[in-house]
Structures are given as C-alpha cells and as structure tokens.
C-alpha cells in the first residue's frame, strides 16, 4: 500500500516558481524535486485561484 504525500504551501509555491524559471522548466523541476509532472501542472491553477 502507498501513501499520499502531504506537501506545504509554501513548497507549492516554490515549486511552481522554480518550474516557471527558463532554464529549469517544468519537467526538470518535477524530477528535482521528486514529484510527477501531472502534480506541479496540477498546483499551478490552483495557486492561481489562490491569489
């Protein structure tokens, strides 16, 4: 069985940040940081929701 991994506004947000810089982009940030792309694509929407 596999659990769900919890993660921080704050990591959120410095995820989509660093997936937005030019030189790292979305796919490599994702892998950098352990998570599937499908996520990070996922909290971005969602942060913008958020204000």
């Given at each position: 069985m596999t659990t769900r991994n919890t993660y921080t506004a704050e990591f959120k947000r410095q995820?989509?940040?660093l997936a937005a810089r030019e030189d790292v982009g979305p796919i490599?940030?994702?892998r950098?940081?352990?998570i599937s792309t499908s996520v990070l694509y996922r909290w971005r929407p969602?942060?913008?929701?958020a204000g």
């Open positions: 995820a989509i940040e490599r940030a994702a950098d940081l352990g969602q942060a913008q929701k």
